[in-house]
């Protein structure tokens, strides 16, 4: 029966342009479907290293070699943990990384990376890499701009863990042919070759203590309370694929609506009204109107009216010529 039902009134649903239309509905709700699952596990995602960020900036400091050692990538779970480092700056090989944006995120200029010399610990002469921080770039790119002066003698730094930046985790390109003491990425294998000594991986970004007047301007702390739109986006991908079944029953049904109409219309071959139809008016070849009981026709006096009667046809006498 359902088959049968089918052939009748909904019939037009096996016509191609129907059947590529509900196919392309089938593919497109489990798309949609996995596109919202996709949005939501990066939204637990982003919840996930909000929350480790908190738990890292809101830990006590630790000395920097209990996390690092030269050569050796820094874990994901110490990502900006706060360390320790106790040594002198080694500013003869001060570099600037270009193309880093202030705390507006909108003006350019350099970060200030220094190398600091250990001298205690069990990591003592070695060398950590410190971002002290922002400044302008100012208008001649071509020369290592004036950059304030790091503390001279023993300082004690604290600041954040970071791991070092590559093209691939940054999407920062490094180029070539920079002018001297600039980089584009803060990277401790590319220092550790141009300094010819063992550097810790990863680097500190400094929080204390404080630069004199500002500058450097001190690097943000990292954005841990937005969440992102991930988990909206994955709530429209859901609506949206079951929006596709709610829509192909609104235009079936529409469909078949305006079929039924169009069969319903004067214009229908199968209409009452329609020539073919049974109860359709007579044809004048059945008769012809205003016939005489005799046969002849009546004319018409269009004159006065009024109808006369036509004059007799001649008849032929038996016998006559």
Known sequence: MPWLYLRGVYR???SRQWVILTLVGLVLIPVMIKLG??????????????????DSLAATPVPVTDLTAPGRPLPRDDMWRRVTATGTYDTKHEVVVRQRTAADEQTIGYYVLTPLVLDQGPRKGATVLVN???????????????????PTGKVTVTGRMMADETTGNSGIKDKPGLPERQVMLINSEQQAKALGRPVLGGYIEQTAPKPPGGKPEPVPEPDHDSIGPHMAYAIQWWLFA??????????????????????????????????????????PADGAAGATDEGTPAAADTASGESTPAEPLPRTVAGSE
Request: glycine fraction near 4%; aromatic fraction near 10%.
């Open 37 to 54: 699952f996709w949005q939501f596990h990066r939204h637990e995602h982003r919840v996930a290293q909000n929350q480790h960020i908190a």
């Open 132 to 150: 002290r921080g922002w400044i302008a770039s100012g208008n001649d790119l071509t020369r290592f701009p004036d950059v304030p002066a790091a």
């Open 242 to 283: 079951a929006g596709v079944p709610v829509g192909w029953f609104v235009l079936v049904r529409r469909e078949r609506r305006d079929r039924l109409a169009a069969a319903a219309s004067p214009t229908s071959p199968t209409s009452p009204t329609s020539p073919d139809s049974p109860t359709s008016p007579a044809s």
């Open 12 to 14: 037009f649903l096996l």
